[in-house]
């Protein structure tokens, strides 16, 4: 198994921005790709990007394309979701999670998840 620490939320202004981290530990030599999801009140778990962990290719929302950066840390067994011009419908709990392949965006596609932090953008 493979667990995961989600780290870095919080409440930020419009046009701010966030680093979330996620810690991954156990099994990690089964990763394969990660992902950010996050999920609003009252809607589903969304996408928002994902990384292939060892080749590195990167997979985004569209709504989030240009604003987020994902990256990882191979070492330290880290992904980081650095979130740039941040806008209130960016409010939502964010989770990371371990997939099979980055470019897979659905929740069912994921098989280790965290347990989320919270991101509030305040207008």
């Known amino acids: 198994q493979v667990q995961l620490v989600e780290s870095g939320g919080g409440l930020v202004q419009a046009g701010g921005s966030l680093r979330l981290s996620c810690a991954a530990s156990?099994?990690?030599?089964?990763?394969?790709?990660m992902g950010w999801f996050r999920q609003a009140p009252g809607k589903e778990r969304e996408f928002v990007a994902a990384?292939?962990?060892?080749?590195?290719?990167?997979n985004y929302e569209d709504s989030v394309k240009g604003r987020f950066t994902i990256s990882r840390d191979n070492a330290k067994n880290i992904v980081y979701l650095q979130m740039n011009g941040l806008k209130p419908e960016d409010t939502a709990v964010y989770y990371c999670?371990?997939?099979?392949?980055?470019?897979?965006?659905?929740?069912?596609?994921?098989?280790?998840w965290g347990q989320g932090t919270q991101v509030t953008v305040s207008s």
């Open positions: 999670a371990v997939g099979p392949h980055s470019r897979l965006r659905t929740v069912y596609d994921y098989v280790y």
């Open positions: 990384m292939g962990w060892s080749e590195g290719s990167s």
């Open positions: 156990g099994r990690t030599g089964s990763m394969y790709a």
